[in-house]
């Protein structure tokens, strides 16, 4: 190997973080499969690189015996003695058969190697950099949408937003940039495959987190997000600081930082209410925009009995129920919705 390919594999070694003796071992490797397609595959050899110099070696490994039956195998005592004297029979020695012309050969092939290596080397350090951002937010720009795939062009390589993780009505055009949520970083034979979600209640999670400085310093907690992608997500916040308004904080001065996480999630409809340790507390509170006259806990069934006003019934169940199945998927309770005029006079039909 010439001085231009030793100066490439000391480079890959400080750039890449590849071990210079692991590339010289492969390269070895290669050369050995290389000889044996070149210049007879029944002989057993070994070949060695100089570590120094890149010089190549190639070496026919012989059994020493008595009667030699394979000369591409064996040796014989007298024979083995020239080269190593003392040996015994049943042992392995080494005569050098390096071909004339090898070193071309060698400088293909490790040429081969390193850009293999290479390959090999970015993979593994773009895996490492994606698989540690699993449930954290990249911001990418749309490449491409094939066959309902969306393309995401993340810098350093591509990743994919598969359409269970989309947003239901959302349509992202080429060249737009968007933020998104890691889901799952796999290896394939291919190199990494990262998968990002739209959908994804850790994605509304992110965005108050960097939204919010009293999230992500850990002033006001995140209790519980129940989401309905591009239609409407609660989340319940608290705090054990007396002095910090939870709801407050994340609003932020005139719904300016609501405000930034609803133009990202493009208009979805954001209720942040204040998490509470009394469930009947913390149902009411879920119910929000509509208000709430009583709420019966029955911890049997884990059920809340809730009574509103009847002009706010409606209000309560949301288009299609969605209010109260948000309600009661973010607090953990089953929530039955009752109108003061239909439990009035009589016990909860």
Not at 135 to 142: A, L, M, S
Not at 228 to 253: H, L, Q, Y
């Amino acid at each position: 190997m010439n001085n231009e390919l030793m100066d490439a594999l000391a480079e890959l070694e400080r750039e890449k973080g590849v071990d210079k003796e692991v590339l010289f071992q492969a390269i070895e490797s290669a050369l050995i499969s290389a000889y044996r397609r070149n210049f007879g595959s029944a002989q057993n050899v070994r070949v060695h690189i100089n570590r120094q110099t890149g010089a190549t070696e190639v070496y026919a490994l012989k059994t020493v015996v008595e009667e030699v039956q394979d000369h591409r195998l064996e040796v014989s005592v007298t024979e083995a003695h020239h080269v190593k004297p003392g040996v015994d029979v049943g042992d392995v020695v080494e005569f050098e058969i390096t071909p004339k012309n090898f070193g071309r050969i060698a400088a293909q092939t490790a040429k081969q190697v390193i850009v293999q290596r290479i390959r090999e080397a970015e993979r593994g350090m773009i895996y490492d950099e994606y698989s540690n951002r699993e449930g954290d937010i990249v911001t990418g720009v749309v490449q491409r949408v094939e066959r309902g795939l969306v393309f995401i062009d993340l810098g350093r390589t591509e990743a994919i937003l598969m359409p269970n993780e989309q947003v239901p009505g959302e349509i992202l055009r080429p060249h737009e940039r968007v933020k998104l949520y890691v889901v799952e970083v796999k290896k394939t034979t291919k190199g990494p495959q990262v998968y990002l979600s739209r959908s994804h209640p850790g994605l509304v999670r992110r965005l108050f987190e960097l939204e919010v400085p009293e999230i992500h310093e850990g002033i006001v907690e995140i209790k519980g997000i129940a989401r309905e992608a591009g239609a409407r997500t609660k989340i319940a916040v608290w705090s054990d600081d007396p002095d910090v308004d939870p709801v407050g904080a994340c609003v932020g001065n005139k719904g300016q930082r609501v405000q930034s996480i609803v133009n990202e999630l493009r208009g979805e409809k954001l209720d942040i209410i204040a998490w509470d340790p009394d469930p009947a507390v913390l149902v009411a509170n879920a119910l929000s925009p509509a208000r709430v006259v009583d709420v019966t806990i029955e911890p049997d069934t884990r059920s809340a009995r809730v009574v509103v006003p009847d002009n706010q019934l409606s209000l309560g169940i949301g288009k299609e129920g969605q209010n109260a199945r948000l309600a009661a998927k973010l607090t953990g309770w089953r929530v039955d919705l009752k109108s003061e005029s239909q439990v009035s006079g009589s016990w909860w039909a």
